[in-house]
């Protein structure tokens, strides 16, 4: 199974990433995670991210599709992943299905965690990230609506697009998403 999980800020994509990353028994990748790390970890594309991330921009196509090419061509990525947070741009989105046609394979489904964006601030209020202070957190809504939502055209296009109502219950809104997908 290869799942994409896209929503804004705070809308779930981790939860439901971790329970479908375990019900499947496959890996989760979350991109927002792996840049966090490589911030805290001070590395090179850390410094090169930083300020990226702490204004709630996106960070680079270019830079984008060459980790996400890496990190699918993991061993434990072989048999199947949950890609939590990506793509992000309809470029991300094309660039993903050219790569994995080489690999002979295809995204199963993306799938869209709905809120509306008051609950999306109310989720993310009590965190910390660096990317959690008001003003990031004002951009990455704005993105979200300027360049992520116009992308599940893409998705809708092909008939892979899953739309969830992400405003409910983790163990509901899991269930919705395992009824849509079976
Ligand atoms: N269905 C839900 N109902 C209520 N709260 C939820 C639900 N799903 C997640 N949360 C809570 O909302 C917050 C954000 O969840 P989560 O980290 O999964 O979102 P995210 O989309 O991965 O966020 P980010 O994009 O910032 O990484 C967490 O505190 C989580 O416990
Ligand atoms: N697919 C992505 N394209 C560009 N930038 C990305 C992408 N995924 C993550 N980012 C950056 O990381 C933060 C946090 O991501 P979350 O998935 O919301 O945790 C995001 O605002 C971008 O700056």
Avoid: C
């Amino acid at each position: 199974m290869r799942l994409l999980i896209l929503g804004g800020p705070g809308s779930g994509k981790g939860t439901q990433s971790q329970k479908l990353s375990e019900h499947f028994g496959i890996p989760w990748i979350s991109t927002g995670d792996t840049l966090r790390a490589e911030i805290a970890a001070d590395s090179p594309l850390g410094q090169q991210v930083s300020e990226t991330l702490a204004k709630g921009e996106l960070v680079s196509d270019k830079l984008m599709i060459a980790l996400i090419k890496e990190r699918l061509q993991q061993p434990d990525a072989a048999k199947g992943w949950i890609l939590d947070g990506y793509p992000r741009t309809a470029f991300q989105a094309e660039e993903l299905d050219f790569f994995l046609d080489t690999l002979n394979t295809q995204v199963n489904y993306a799938i869209w965690l709905e809120l509306p964006a008051h609950a999306l601030i109310e989720r993310s209020e009590n965190r910390a990230a660096i990317d959690d202070n008001p003003e990031a957190l004002r951009r990455r809504i704005e993105t979200l609506a300027e360049t992520t939502i116009p992308m599940l055209e893409y998705y809708d296009y092909r008939q892979r697009l899953l739309r969830i109502d992400g405003n409910q219950p983790p163990d509901d809104v899991k269930r919705e998403i395992l009824g849509g997908i079976s």
